[in-house]
Structure formats: C-alpha cells, structure tokens
C-alpha cells in the first residue's frame, strides 16, 4: 500500500501571500490530520477532518483552513502568510482517527520569506 | 487539558547499549492510546510502538518496548541493543479519540 503522500515538499513564498497544501493518505484511510512542526512549539495540531468534514480544529487563527474531498484527499490552506508560518506541515491519516494510529506524511517544508 | 511531557530534551547512547526515554501524561480519561514515534533527521516520522491502555501488558516491538505506568500516568520507551539507525527525535504521543498530542521530543545520539 502506498504511504501518505504530500504535495509540495518544498514551497518558498513571500509575507501577505497565500499557499495550499496537499495530502493524500493512505487508501482506505477516512482521517486526515494537519500539524504545524516548528523547533520551538514541537507538534501542533492544526485541525482533522473525516468524511469531509472537520472533526477537530486546533488553537489557530483562522488564516489557515482545510478541506477534504470525497476520496479523502484533503488540503490545507493558509491566507496572508506571517513570517511565523514557516514550519513543517505534517499531514497524517488514520483509518478513523478514534485511538487509531496515524501514519505521516514526508512533510512539506514552508518558508515564508 | 491533556499534556504530554518529555523531560529529556536530548539524550545519548553508545551502539549495542541500552537506553530509556521518558515521557509522562496528564489526563482525566480511563481510555486511550499511547504512542511513540520516530522522526530521523529529514526522514519521515514512523510509529514505533504503541499502548492501549486498558491493557496492562506492557507493549513489545523486537528492540524496543514500554514501561507503562497508567496509575503514575508515566510512559517510557527503552531501546535495547542501541544501533546507529536508531539516532533520531523520539515523540512521546496521547490519544483520547479526539486528537492527538504530542510532546516535545527527544533527540537521541547513537555514539559508535
């Protein structure tokens, strides 16, 4: 089975832009889960969703927002981009994120510049 | 509100020895999952092992296993027979159901 993958790796962008980030977990897997990793904060959680609804949101600012479509691919989205948002951004899948184990994705490496 | 803590920022250990990372929880729930997870340097994170806890058998995977202490809400990871492979942040990891959390980490230095 294919492992979780995401899209891009890498993404450089400037203060004030956008960027949407891609996941595609693993097939079969309903849970996709976004998390923010940075030296200082360790694993955020940034929200999950299932069944193409969020089911949990983390302690951030509205600027970032998710979806997820009907094959489970989900995407994650930040607005007006903050010097701060430069992180790794872990996406993880479950098959339904209740006491599942969750399995990562490589990650996608955000600079903002 | 859930937290989960590893005391030990950074740790070291010679190749074939044997070294215990720990990690401790704080919760109001009787039912829940524990994780640790590897993450190697620019690699991606994998699970190691993990705990249910209504099971009082601690968790084995070859090198690697648990001391769970659900009364202490303590959850260490010793790693038996240490190989160079092994050098990599360990994370420490709750589940209720709701979400996971995660704790800082630990970095460990497998030393030839």
């Known amino acids: 089975k294919a492992g979780v993958t995401q899209t891009p790796r890498y993404l450089i962008k400037t203060r004030g832009q956008q960027v949407t980030l891609s996941c595609s977990p693993i097939?079969?897997?309903?849970?996709v889960s976004w998390y923010q990793q940075t030296p200082g904060q360790g694993l955020q959680f940034l929200f999950e969703?299932?069944?193409?609804?969020?089911?949990n949101k983390g302690n951030f600012p509205g600027r970032f927002s998710g979806r997820q479509f009907s094959n489970s691919r989900s995407e994650m989205n930040v607005s007006t981009l903050e010097l701060g948002d430069s992180a790794l951004y872990l996406c993880?899948?479950?098959?339904?994120?209740?006491?599942?184990?969750?399995?990562f994705g490589p990650g996608t490496r955000l600079t903002v510049l | 509100a859930q937290t989960v803590t590893q005391s030990q920022p950074e740790m070291s250990v010679q190749e074939a020895e044997t070294v215990t990372l720990s990690c401790t929880y704080d919760?109001?729930?009787?039912?829940?999952?524990l994780f640790w997870y590897k993450q190697p340097p620019s690699r991606q994170m994998i699970l190691v092992i993990r705990?249910?806890?209504?099971?009082?058998q601690n968790a084995t995977e070859n090198r690697f296993s648990v001391n769970f202490q659900k009364a202490a809400k303590s959850f260490s990871l010793k790693i038996s027979d240490s190989q160079l492979g092994d050098a990599a942040m360990y994370f420490c990891?709750?589940?209720?159901?709701?979400?996971?959390?995660f704790g800082t980490g630990t970095s460990l230095t497998v030393i030839p």
């Open positions: 097939s079969g897997h309903r849970s």
């Open positions: 705990q249910e806890a209504y099971k009082q």
């Open positions: 969703y299932f069944s193409e609804t969020q089911r």
């Open positions: 990891a709750y589940s209720d159901g709701n979400q996971f959390y």
């Open positions: 919760t109001s729930e009787s039912d829940y999952y």
């Open positions: 993880a899948s479950s098959t339904s994120g209740r006491l599942d184990t969750q399995y």
